[in-house]
């Protein structure tokens, strides 16, 4: 896949609490390499604008709701997380910025890869040349 996806992940329905799940390759496109989570977002604060060079992730809000912004070098697009049966599919090489993160929101994300420094585009005039190259 080479577009962003919302996802809207199973919903098992059960009067003593509800369970949602993915796995591969039946909702989710990679193989998990890296689990990490964001909390504890003061109000009014931006997480992660930046891309990744081959990273790709799947983000899911678990608690609470907040906003994926996606910027493919032409065009942004915004994703409000606010179910936590949703999950969104994120490509290599789009921009992404984390925004409007709720009262004790929950921001789960998985990846294909390790952490790794290098795979990180941190400037956007950067990321504008380096994905209109391809
Ligand atoms: P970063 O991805 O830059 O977060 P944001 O873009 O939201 O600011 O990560 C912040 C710091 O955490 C950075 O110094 C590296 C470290 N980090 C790890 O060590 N391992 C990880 O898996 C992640 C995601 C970050």
Redesign the pocket.
Same mark, same amino acid.
């Given at each position: 896949m080479d577009k962003p996806v919302l996802i809207t992940l199973p919903k098992i329905v059960d009067p003593r609490g509800n369970l949602s799940f993915y796995e591969y390759p039946n909702q989710l496109p990679f193989e998990i390499l =890296?689990t990490?989570w964001?909390y504890d977002v003061p109000g009014g604060e931006i =997480?992660?604008?930046?891309a990744f060079k081959e990273q790709q992730e799947f983000i899911i809000a678990l608690s609470g709701s907040f906003d994926v912004v996606l910027h493919d070098g032409i065009k942004e697009e915004r994703f409000s997380l606010n179910r936590s049966y949703y999950g969104l599919y994120i490509p290599k090489m789009y921009w992404r910025r984390?925004e409007n993160f709720s009262t004790n929101s929950l921001a789960l994300?998985v990846s294909d890869k390790l952490?790794n420094?290098e795979d990180?585009v941190r400037d956007f005039e950067e990321f504008k040349i380096l994905v209109n190259e391809k």
């Open positions: =890296r990490y964001v =997480r992660g604008s930046h984390l994300i952490y420094n990180y």
